[in-house]
T-cell receptor, first 112, second 113 residues
């Protein structure tokens, strides 16, 4: 069964600090990996999409990395802002049936 | 504005009373999908549609129905809701699943008592 595991489950950081979220997956065959940001009570919004051949992609202060060999990804948030407080979801697409497997998310709280 | 619109945002209903959650997208996307989100579980796919009149089951289809009579609309139907269908529901659409992201609606919080 395809699985996506995220860690930590939650974290609290001070405004201006950096943090890194982890995602491990077992999805095979692999198509792509996506990171989404979900504000409380809202739908997820896409941050990055990476295919097998890409090992890093940035979107402003968000930088995602992918190691397809070890089936690991990370999302790094630089110089965090209060608006970064949200749940961050790792999503992996199966290259066979194109189904998405969602991680349970990491809840980030940025405090002033 | 390109968007996926779900209605209603909040709904409280009683067990067994049929309900429909509507989903509409204005981006001419062929692919649409329904998910439910429960604490600690992540989003799980209920049903999806590759195009008009083409629908298929996701991972948790039991107790749900869908239809895709026109490209922009993809309603989710609960014929006889039960308390275990209390959840946060999201509709999503995509132009090309392999190369583009999914656009999600704002969600429908359903409570079945």
């Amino acid at each position: 069964k395809n699985q996506v595991e995220q860690s930590p489950q939650s974290l609290i950081i001070l405004e201006g600090k950096n943090c890194t979220l982890q995602c491990n997956y077992t999805v095979s065959p692999f198509s792509n990996l996506r990171w989404y940001k979900q504000d409380t009570g809202r739908g997820p919004v896409s941050l990055t999409i990476m295919t097998f051949s890409e090992n890093t992609k940035s979107n402003g202060r968000y930088t995602a990395t992918l190691d397809a060999d070890t089936k690991q990804s990370s999302l790094h948030i630089t110089a965090s802002q209060l608006s970064d407080s949200a749940s961050y979801i790792c999503v992996v697409e199966d290259g066979g049936d194109y189904k998405l497997s969602f991680g349970a998310g990491t809840t980030v709280t940025v405090r002033a | 504005e390109a968007q996926v619109t779900q209605n209603p945002r909040y709904l409280i209903t009683v067990t067994g009373k049929k309900l429909t959650v509507t989903c509409s997208q204005n981006m001419n996307h062929e692919y649409m999908s329904w998910y439910r989100q429960d604490p600690g579980l992540g989003l799980r796919q209920i049903y999806y549609s590759m195009n008009v009149e083409v629908t298929d089951k996701g991972d948790v289809p039991e107790g749900y129905k869908v239809s895709r009579k026109e490209k922009r609309n993809f309603p989710l139907i609960l014929e006889s809701p039960s308390p275990n269908q209390t959840s946060l529901y999201f509709c999503a659409s995509s132009r090309d699943r392999a190369n583009y992201g999914y656009t999600f609606g704002s969600g429908t919080r359903l409570t079945v008592v």
